[in-house]
């Protein structure tokens, strides 16, 4: 993987542990060459993985709309900034730009991002490796959620599957490296 797109919070909430993880993906991206996609944004996390991968001499590249950067939100310090119409089309280049995309926390626009991409991977459009960072079990009842789908037969174990997590981002950065679906594989069957 030489980039991976990295869905996080516009919003932080101190937790050191929580920065000490973020600390440590940054650390593991530019030692492998890996480059940061993400939503161009100064504040929260996004903010936070930006920097960490900037001061370590790694590349930054963000997507953002012109709405955004117009209220000030946009990391002036980036190896690029692309500027796009809409939210929709930010995640398209996003995802267009990247090799793999990862989830940190955050909020609704967060969990967004990560389904609707969850979403193409099922239907076949593209074959990109998706991974949940579960910082502090952050992300264990979204888990759980989709055991339940499974459960209930709303979602294909198959299709469960394709959702990668970890707590540790070396070793998730390892299994999406190692997620090699055939190219003509198409997740989406029967009615899902």
């Not at 955004?68 to 990391?75: I, R």
């Not at 991977?121 to 979204?142: A, E, M, S, T, V």
Request: with cysteine.
């Amino acid at each position: 993987m030489k980039s991976i797109c990295v869905f996080c919070g516009a919003n932080y909430n101190g937790d050191s542990n929580v920065k000490q993880v973020i600390e440590q993906l940054a650390e593991v991206m530019v030692s492998r060459n890996i480059s940061l996609i993400f939503g161009g944004g100064k504040v929260g996390i996004m903010g936070l993985i930006a920097d960490a991968i900037l001061q370590r001499g790694g590349k930054a590249i963000g997507v953002m709309p012109g709405f955004l950067m117009e209220k000030e939100v946009g990391h002036p310090g980036l190896t690029e900034m692309h500027i796009v119409e809409n939210m929709h089309q930010r995640k398209q280049l996003m995802n267009n730009l990247c090799d793999g995309i990862l989830t940190l926390p955050g909020g609704f626009g967060t969990l967004e991002e990560f389904f609707e991409v969850l979403t193409w991977l099922q239907l076949g459009l593209h074959n990109k490796p998706i991974g949940l960072l579960n910082i502090n079990g952050f992300y264990d009842h979204l888990l759980l959620q989709m055991d339940v789908m499974v459960a209930q037969r709303f979602l294909k174990p198959t299709n469960r599957k394709l959702v990668l997590t970890s707590a540790n981002p070396v070793v998730l950065i390892d299994m999406m490296a190692s997620f090699l679906p055939k190219p003509d594989e198409v997740w989406f069957k029967d009615g899902d």
